[in-house]
């Protein structure tokens, strides 16, 4: 069966760092793009970054580009989230998804989901 588990998130203060890891299982890592998605209380889902079947090629939503930094280890089935400079409006919930073949930035549009694991920002 598939399994996407984040780990990695905690409280941090404004103008620090987190690295996200998503480890992946029960599919062909190469066959999937992969995503980070992040939901807020009370906010929808929304697409933060994605990464090719390769690695060649990603995409970033606005407000964290030139912040987080999203790679993949085809070794080892994992995918990272490198959250620099952070904000206070960075907390959330975030999810790694996986996806056949190419990424999308609509969380319907994703194959599978890990079970989120929060980011809290203090100011």
Known sequence: ???LVESGGGLMQAGGSLRLSCAVSGLTFSNYAMGWFRQAPGKEREFVAGISRD???TYYE???KGRFTISRDSAKNTVALQMNSLKP???AVYFCAARWVYFKLLP???NYWGQGTQVTVSS
Do not use: L, R
Request: glycine residues 20%; charged residues 20%.
């Open 1 to 3: 069966q598939v399994q």
């Open 55 to 57: 690695g060649g090629s």
């Open 62 to 64: 606005g407000s964290v």
């Open 89 to 91: 409006e960075d907390t």
């Open 108 to 110: 319907n549009e994703w």
